[in-house]
C-alpha cells in the first residue's frame, strides 16, 4: 500500500471565512489550490492573491493545480509561495520539458496534469522531469461533479508507468469516502477532494475516515 496523502481542494470553502474553512482541514496532508483562467477551463477562480493569503492561514504545504492557458506566466508568482507541487495541465503548453525544468528550479515538484481524453502515456518520455501526475477525473473546471469511472484504468496505467520512481500519482475531481480504497488499490498516492470534505459536518473527522477506508 502507498502512502496516502489527502489534498483537500480549497475551491469548495467558504471564502466568506477562508481562515476558519482552512484550520478545519488542518489534518490533511497538502492544501490543493486550483486556479482558473476562463480560457483553458469555462470557469474563473482566483490566482496568487488568494493563494496567498491560503498559505498565510494554514500550515499545510500547498498543491498547486495551475488550470490556465501560457502556464509559463505565472510560474515565478507562484513559486514565491513556495508550494510543494506546481501542476501545469499537458494540454496547454508545447513546452513541458522546459516548463517542468523551471518549476524545478524554483524548488517546487514539477507536476503534469491529463485531461479524462489524455493518454498516460505520452509522459513516457518525459517521465524524469516528473515528481507528480495529476489524473483528472473529471473534466477541469468545476468542483461537486461526477466522478468518471474510467479515470480508475488511468490511475493503474500511471502506477505501471512510473514503477519504482518517486513520482506521485495524483487523482482529481469527485473523490469522496466511497471511491477512496479503490482509487489507491488502482495506484493512486494523492487524492484531491473538495465538496465531500467541506460540506462534512466534521471536514477533520471525514479526513480521518477516508484513512481508515483505505486501512480495513
Ligand atoms: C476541478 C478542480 C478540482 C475540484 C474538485 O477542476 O481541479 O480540484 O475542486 O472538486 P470536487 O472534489 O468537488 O469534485
Ligand atoms: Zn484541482
Known sequence: MNDLRISPSVLAADFACLGDQLQSVANADLLHIDMMDGHFVPNLSFGPLIAEAAARSSDLPLDVHLMVDNPEQYIEEVASLHPAFITVHYETTVHLHRILSLI?????????????????????????QVDLILIMSVNPGFGGQEFIPASIDKIRQARELVGQRPIAIEVDGGISIDNTPALVTAGASILVAGSSIFRAKEPQAYIEAMRRAVRS
Not at 110 to 125: E, R
Open 104 to 128: 524545478r528550479s524554483l524548488g517546487a515538484g514539477a507536476g503534469v496534469s491529463l485531461n479524462p481524453h489524455t493518454p498516460v502515456g505520452w509522459l513516457h518520455p518525459i517521465l524524469d
